[in-house]
Structure formats: C-alpha cells, structure tokens
C-alpha cells in the first residue's frame, strides 16, 4: 500500500498541487498522511466499542479512510457517503485513494439534495466528521458552512438532517465532530424532524 500512495505523487495531477497551502489544507494532505489517519480511525474505532451487527454511514467521507479501517481491520459493516465528484478542483484524489484502498463498492455518492442511495431506516449508526455543515447544493453553500442563522441556511439544514433521518434506523446513534457544528439552533432544527429516538453525540476527536 505504501508504494500506491508514493506512486500517486508522482502523478502530473499531483506534481501541480506546489502550494504549501494546498499541501497542508487540501486534499493532497490526505495521501502524504494516509497512515496517521488509518491510525485515527483505528483509535476511533476502539473507543467507540462498535458491534458487528451495527450499520455504519460515514457521511461526507472524503478520502474514506474510515471505511477501509472499519472493514478491513474491524470486520464492521460500513459504508460512506459523499457529494457527486464536481464541487472541489482536487476531487481525483479522493476516487484515488478509494482505488489505493480497494474500497469504492463501499463508497457513493449524492447531489446534494436528496439521498437515494439506501432505503429508509438503513443505519444504526451515523458519523459525520467535518461534514455537516458543508454544503454544495447551491452556491450559497459553496465554500461556506451552513448555519441556521437566516432563512437559506435554515432550509439547506433542514434538508439534511430530514435526509439523515430518513436513512437512520430508530434508536440510530448519530457522532458529530466537532462540537461547533452542533449548536443549539442546529438542536432546534433537529428535534423538529426527530420522530426516531435518534441520539447526537458531539465528538472531539481530531479527525
């Protein structure tokens, strides 16, 4: 695995990415670093105490990191989920490291508005790391978190939530990281549509 990761930065995709600020922030990060996060997960994985009959959704992936840790170390049943490829410059990336890691029959993908990607009532757990309050289903979500603080961002919020709930399981425990982006007019929002004994824990892992 470890030639696969050297061998993509050695790609023309990858020799562009000089900026040392799309190194350190963007998604090139993630290919340079992939064992430190393999090793979050892990630790992750181990303090959450998952069982084998839980069904896990990642949502909002990313490079999925989590997936592979939880399939192929854990022997979990996870899946993740993330926004069609087409809202970020550096989204190749991410389909090559789905590749490096031979995950991407566990990995889809969404447009924004309207997850059809599983029944209703899928997963028992949901965690959703940096995700939540991305937003790229219009462009007052492009580049921006969505909070509930006027009308566009309280309809673009409700929209999620009600999509999560929708594939959640009653009794679904959902892991939010970080805590900011759960604050109490998120709360309001979320027990609005909460007709399934969901429960929200805040997370303050470095993920």
């Excluded at 289903?137 to 939530?161: A, D, F, R, V, W």
């Amino acid at each position: 695995m470890e030639k696969k990761f050297l061998d993509l930065l050695s790609k023309d995709n990858y020799k562009i990415i000089k900026k040392p600020k799309e190194i350190i922030n963007g998604p090139k990060k993630y290919v340079i670093n992939y064992k430190i996060y393999i090793n979050q997960y892990k630790n992750l994985f181990k303090k959450f105490g998952f069982k084998g009959n839980d069904i896990i959704l990642d949502f909002g992936c990313g490079p999925a990191f989590l997936v592979f840790v939880g399939r192929n170390i854990f022997n979990l049943n996870v899946s993740g989920l993330d926004i069609l490829p087409g809202s970020g410059s550096q989204d190749f990336i991410y389909g090559d490291i789905h590749d490096v890691l031979n995950i991407k029959d566990f990995v889809s993908f969404y447009d924004g508005n309207t997850i059809n990607n599983y029944p209703d009532n899928s997963f028992s757990v949901i965690l959703c790391f940096w995700s939540l309050l991305f937003d790229y289903s219009c462009q007052y979500g492009k580049g921006n978190y969505i909070y509930p603080n006027n009308e566009i961002g309280t309809k673009l919020l409700k929209k999620k939530l009600t999509n999560l709930v929708k594939i959640s399981k009653p009794n679904c425990k959902w892991i939010i990281c970080p805590p900011k982006f759960w604050n109490q007019d998120i709360n309001n929002l979320f027990k609005e549509i909460n007709n399934k004994n969901i429960t929200v824990k805040l997370e303050k892992l470095i993920c």
